[in-house]
Structures are given as structure tokens and as C-alpha cells.
């Protein structure tokens, strides 16, 4: 299998336009690929949402690749400087919507899993690709569902490698060990709108947060530990008023976000963030949302493989790190002992000419073909 493998089907992916929660052909692709190499193919499709379960082997340890084939819109199409679904190579970068996010990934976990079978046909232990439709929509029909299907049955994954774009300025500097929790709450202030020249006849919820929405600033909710930052309260939205310069707004609708440690829980965030509410005496409707716990993975076997192969291929020493938003690994973690995530750079997914490094797409392949020796052979 030459390096170019890995190029020719992210090239093959990236034409497929498969904006979430589409798959178009992405997965027969691979589902063709992997059954040649003796793959056993189940799929999992919930509503709109295609998914697939693909095992190799029926023994541990068990080692899965994770992704998914969706992405996000292309944008204004006469913005880019080539077709975001027509890849195309200029100035040793490899452009299309996908390249980084994550169709370079895939391909890379398939031409990886080709080259290790064809070297090592009788291998111990399993592998196993877990490619959903649905991470950049809703998430509602991908990865947790297949997840409760393979907790229903009782299967669990020894090494959980997720290939989201981790690195910042090279493949391999940046290993993603963990994610924080996102918790969002959508707050609406009542109050009394009146006449702006007699407020002794209104209550201006404006006025009566204001307090709270100080205190709620200036609180500490956690340190952080040695893997996490401090977690962090940021208000996104905050709307009042009928836009007339006389009127005070008879309520106040705020919307906000904690990115959360695992020193933290969401039960009590909201506990907390209830009791100041109360002690200012306002009079309020929450609703809470809550879209990911935190997960780790401490500093173990699979972080040392990883640094290990990236170190061998790339020439790179590797940091774990927990930044960034959310990813699918927050569904995979409750069946999985040690989760990692480790992709293309970062810098330019979701923008308008995503881009991925010429050199980086064989080297992704060939660190995960180096991490699937050090693990199971």
C-alpha cells in the first residue's frame, strides 16, 4: 500500500458532499475497503443518521478509530478559491471542505488498518472503526446511539483513538487526553414594564440581575486540576427591551455557558448558580441544557504509544492538552478505558478554504499504523 493511498481516498471523500447529517457515499467507500481486509460491517442508521460498527477480530484488547463523515456547510461557495467538494492541491496543501475536519482522519484509520493487516494478517487482539453521519449537527442519532447499542450488549473499548483536529501548528504537537463539559442555561428575568419617567409604577429586571450577574462574574467555581483549566462562566446572549428609549422591558432573557472541569459537576453548577439567583430575590424561569460531561484520560499507555509513535514519525514531542469544545469522545468515554484524540491541525476547519498539509495526510496514516504495533502486536 503506497503513501499516496491515504490522499487518493481523502481526495474520494472530500467529494462526496456530505453536509451534516448526510453521508452521500462516504461510508460505502469505506464499508468496501474494510470488508476486503476482514472487517464484520453492522450498521446502525437511526432516522436520518448513517452509522457503522466495523470489527476485525474477536479478542482483547480492543483498539477503535473514531470520526465522522458529516461536515459542516461549505459557506459562500464563490468565496472559495476552489470548490469546497472538488479537491484540489495548490502550494503543498491539500483544500476541500473536510481535509481537516475529519476526512483526512478517516482515510488515514482505513489505509493504517490495510497496511498493519497486510504486515500482520494474525494479529492479536481487535479493531474496530466507529464512523457516524452526526457529530456537527445535533449529535442526537450518531455516536450515542451506536454507544447504547454496544453498552446494551456489553461491549466495551480498551483504546479509543478519535480523530478530530488536535494539532495547532504541525501534526503531532497536540494530543487531546480529555474534554471539558458544556453546560448552558437560558434565563428569563420577570419584571414590570412601565413607563421609563415613573419607574416607582415598573420593576426593571435589567436593574434587579444586575447584581447577581456580578456576582455570577466574579465567582470562582472551581481551580482546575493538573489536566484542566479553571471552569469558566461566559454569558453568550442577553436581551431586553422593545427597543423604544421610554419604555422599561418587562423582562430579561439571558443565555449562557459553563465549560466545566471535572473538579465540577453540572448538578452542582446549577445548584450554585440557583442559590445567588435566589439570595438577589429575583424572579426567574431557568431552563438548563446539557450537552457533554467532561472526560479524561490520564497520562497512560495509550497517551505514552501515542507521543511515542508521533515522536518515531513525525520527529515531534507531543502535549496533552484539554481545549477546545466538545467532540463525540464525551459519548465514546463510557465504554471506553483510555480515550485519546488525535488528528490534523486545526487552524482552518469550518473556514472557507480548509486546508490540510500534503506531507501531514501519509504521516497521519502511518502514526496510527505505528500505534496499532505498539498496542496489539
Given at each position: 500500500?503506497?503513501?499516496?493511498?491515504t490522499?487518493a481516498?481523502?481526495?474520494q471523500?472530500?467529494?462526496?458532499?456530505?453536509?451534516?447529517?448526510e453521508?452521500?457515499?462516504?461510508?460505502?467507500?469505506l464499508?468496501?475497503?474494510?470488508q476486503?481486509?476482514?472487517?464484520?460491517?453492522?450498521?446502525?442508521?437511526?432516522?436520518d443518521t448513517?452509522?457503522?460498527?466495523?470489527?476485525r477480530?474477536?479478542s482483547?484488547?480492543?483498539?477503535?478509530?473514531?470520526?465522522?463523515?458529516?461536515?459542516?456547510?461549505?459557506?459562500?461557495?464563490?468565496?472559495?478559491?476552489?470548490p469546497?467538494?472538488?479537491p484540489?492541491?495548490?502550494?503543498g496543501?491539500?483544500y476541500?471542505?473536510?481535509a481537516?475536519?475529519?476526512?483526512t482522519?478517516?482515510?488515514a484509520?482505513?489505509?493504517?488498518?490495510?497496511?498493519?493487516?497486510?504486515?500482520?494478517?494474525?494479529?492479536p487482539?481487535?479493531?474496530?472503526?466507529?464512523?457516524?453521519?452526526d457529530?456537527?449537527?445535533?449529535?442526537?442519532?450518531?455516536?450515542?446511539?451506536?454507544?447504547?447499542?454496544?453498552?446494551?450488549?456489553?461491549e466495551?473499548?480498551?483504546?479509543?483513538?478519535?480523530?478530530?483536529?488536535?494539532?495547532?501548528?504541525?501534526l503531532?504537537?497536540?494530543?487531546?487526553n480529555?474534554?471539558?463539559?458544556?453546560?448552558?442555561?437560558?434565563?428569563?428575568?420577570?419584571?414590570?414594564?412601565?413607563?421609563?419617567?415613573?419607574?416607582?409604577?415598573?420593576?426593571n429586571?435589567?436593574?434587579?440581575f444586575a447584581?447577581a450577574?456580578?456576582?455570577?462574574?466574579?465567582?470562582?467555581w472551581?481551580?482546575?486540576?493538573?489536566?484542566?483549566?479553571p471552569?469558566?462562566f461566559?454569558?453568550?446572549?442577553?436581551?431586553?427591551?422593545?427597543?423604544?428609549?421610554n419604555v422599561?422591558?418587562?423582562?430579561?432573557?439571558?443565555?449562557?455557558n459553563?465549560?466545566?472541569s471535572?473538579?465540577?459537576?453540572?448538578?452542582g453548577?446549577?445548584?450554585?448558580?440557583?442559590?445567588?439567583?435566589?439570595?438577589?430575590?429575583?424572579?426567574?424561569?431557568?431552563?438548563w441544557s446539557l450537552s457533554?460531561?467532561p472526560?479524561l484520560?490520564?497520562?497512560?499507555?495509550?497517551?505514552k504509544v501515542?507521543q511515542?509513535a508521533?515522536?518515531?514519525?513525525c520527529?515531534?514531542?507531543?502535549?496533552?492538552?484539554?481545549?477546545?469544545?466538545?467532540?463525540?469522545?464525551?459519548?465514546?468515554?463510557?465504554?471506553a478505558?483510555?480515550l485519546?484524540?488525535?488528528?490534523?491541525?486545526?487552524?482552518?476547519?469550518?473556514q472557507?478554504?480548509?486546508?490540510?498539509?500534503?506531507?501531514?495526510v501519509?504521516?497521519?496514516?502511518a502514526?496510527?499504523q505505528?500505534?496499532?504495533r505498539?498496542?496489539?502486536?
Open positions: 500500500m503506497s503513501e499516496t493511498a490522499l481516498l481523502t481526495k471523500l472530500i467529494a462526496e458532499a456530505s453536509v451534516t447529517p453521508d452521500k457515499n462516504c461510508q460505502a467507500i464499508i468496501e475497503r474494510l476486503k481486509i476482514g472487517f464484520e460491517i453492522e450498521k446502525l442508521d437511526f432516522n448513517q452509522n457503522i460498527w466495523a470489527r477480530g474477536i482483547a484488547p480492543l483498539l477503535c478509530f473514531a470520526g465522522h463523515t458529516d461536515v459542516v456547510p461549505s459557506g459562500p461557495e464563490e468565496k472559495w478559491t476552489s469546497p467538494f472538488e484540489t492541491e495548490r502550494d496543501k491539500l476541500g471542505r473536510g481537516a475536519d475529519m476526512k482522519s478517516i482515510a484509520f482505513v489505509t493504517a488498518c490495510e497496511r498493519f493487516i497486510a504486515l500482520h494478517p494474525d494479529h487482539g481487535s479493531i474496530a472503526l466507529l464512523i457516524t453521519s457529530e456537527e449537527g445535533d449529535a442526537h442519532d450518531g455516536t450515542t446511539k451506536v454507544v447504547d447499542v454496544l453498552k446494551a450488549r456489553g466495551t473499548i480498551d483504546y479509543c483513538i478519535v480523530g478530530e483536529p488536535t494539532a495547532v501548528n504541525r503531532g504537537d497536540t494530543i487531546k480529555g474534554r471539558r463539559g458544556s453546560l448552558s442555561g437560558n434565563l428569563t428575568v420577570k419584571g414590570k414594564q412601565g413607563h421609563i419617567a415613573y419607574p416607582h409604577l415598573a420593576l429586571p435589567v436593574h434587579t447584581p450577574l456580578a456576582e455570577l462574574t466574579a465567582t470562582e472551581d481551580g482546575g486540576n493538573a489536566y484542566f483549566p471552569t469558566g461566559q454569558i453568550s446572549n442577553i436581551q431586553g427591551g422593545t427597543g423604544a428609549t422599561i422591558p418587562g423582562s430579561l432573557n439571558v443565555k449562557f459553563f465549560r466545566f471535572t473538579e465540577s459537576t453540572d448538578s453548577l446549577k445548584q450554585r448558580v440557583h442559590q445567588i439567583l435566589d439570595k438577589h430575590g429575583l424572579d426567574y424561569d431557568l431552563q457533554g460531561q472526560f484520560t490520564e497520562a497512560g499507555e495509550l497517551t501515542a511515542a508521533i515522536a518515531q514519525v520527529g515531534v514531542e507531543a502535549e496533552l492538552s484539554t481545549s477546545g469544545g466538545t467532540s463525540d469522545g464525551r459519548f465514546i468515554k463510557a465504554i478505558r483510555e485519546i484524540e488525535l488528528g490534523p491541525v486545526n487552524a482552518s476547519i469550518h472557507i478554504d480548509e486546508h490540510i498539509d500534503l506531507a501531514a501519509p504521516e497521519l496514516s502514526v496510527y505505528e500505534m496499532m505498539r498496542l496489539l502486536v
